[in-house]
């Protein structure tokens, strides 16, 4: 099984839709979560910090389910502008390798 | 201005020979890193630094080196260039390590034909 695992969509939500992501992880000492945002064939951008007691910007929702492991996002009111790849992280301290683990994403297409 | 940059953008080059991309952050950051994208869109880390020391090494082959002349500039010289090679090359750099928050360069797309 994976460290962190996404659905990898294509996610086609009509303009105005709510849509939610899940993110899994299999590692409980992880300690740290972000999702990222990644347009086509460019470089990932930071889109939010997942804090324990879920936190909110503007459309977008995130929150973290400690005791069955994952995190979400939900994001409303659906823009095109949102068509992206939405990239899972999770950090996990210590340990030899790799403590940043980014998913392999989930594919998002909003349609007019 | 750009805080990550990279470049080339595009390489292409035959198998066998050696090439090198550069990255150079502008934010001040104590930390840089290399991610490999490849064709399956998987990213994953293949060397971080800080304050020019290698904090980790994932188990990529020694072809690649990292090179880090200074705090702003962290370089990835790769050797023998093989097929499996192709695919996109991030920079990134982080204020300090491991705080999650990256700033990713544009990328360098590597083809090795």
């Known amino acids: 099984r994976k460290e962190v695992e996404q659905d990898p969509g294509p996610f086609n939500v009509p303009e105005g839709a709510t849509v939610a992501f899940n993110c899994t992880y299999s590692?409980?000492?992880?300690?740290?979560f972000f999702w990222y945002r990644q347009d086509c064939r460019k470089e990932p951008k930071l889109l939010m910090s997942?804090?324990?007691s879920g936190n909110e910007d503007g459309r977008f929702t995130a929150q973290l389910n400690r005791a069955s492991q994952y995190i979400s996002l939900l994001i409303r009111d659906s823009k095109l502008s949102d068509s992206a790849t939405y990239l899972c992280?999770?950090?996990?301290?210590?340990?030899?390798?790799?403590?940043?683990?980014f998913g392999k994403g989930t594919k998002l297409s909003v349609k007019p | 201005d750009t805080a990550v940059s990279q470049t080339p953008k595009y390489l292409v080059t035959q198998m066998g020979n050696d090439k090198s991309i550069k990255c150079e952050q502008n934010?001040?950051?104590?930390?840089m890193y290399w991610y490999k994208q490849d064709s399956k869109k998987f990213l994953k880390i293949m060397f971080s630094?800080?304050?020019?020391?290698?904090?980790i090494n994932e188990t990529v082959p020694n072809r690649f080196s990292p090179k880090s002349p200074d705090k702003a500039h962290l370089n990835l010289h790769i050797n023998s260039l093989e097929l499996g090679d192709s695919a996109v090359y991030f920079c990134?750099?982080?204020?300090?390590?491991?705080?999650?928050?990256?700033?990713f360069g544009e990328g360098s797309r590597l083809t090795v034909l």
């Open positions: 992280v999770v950090i996990r301290y210590g340990g030899s390798q790799g403590n940043l683990i």
């Open positions: 990134a750099s982080s204020q300090v390590e491991w705080n999650g928050e990256l700033f």
């Open positions: 934010l001040g950051h104590d930390t």
């Open positions: 997942v804090y324990s």
């Open positions: 630094y800080n304050n020019k020391e290698l904090i």
């Open positions: 590692n409980s000492a992880s300690q740290s």
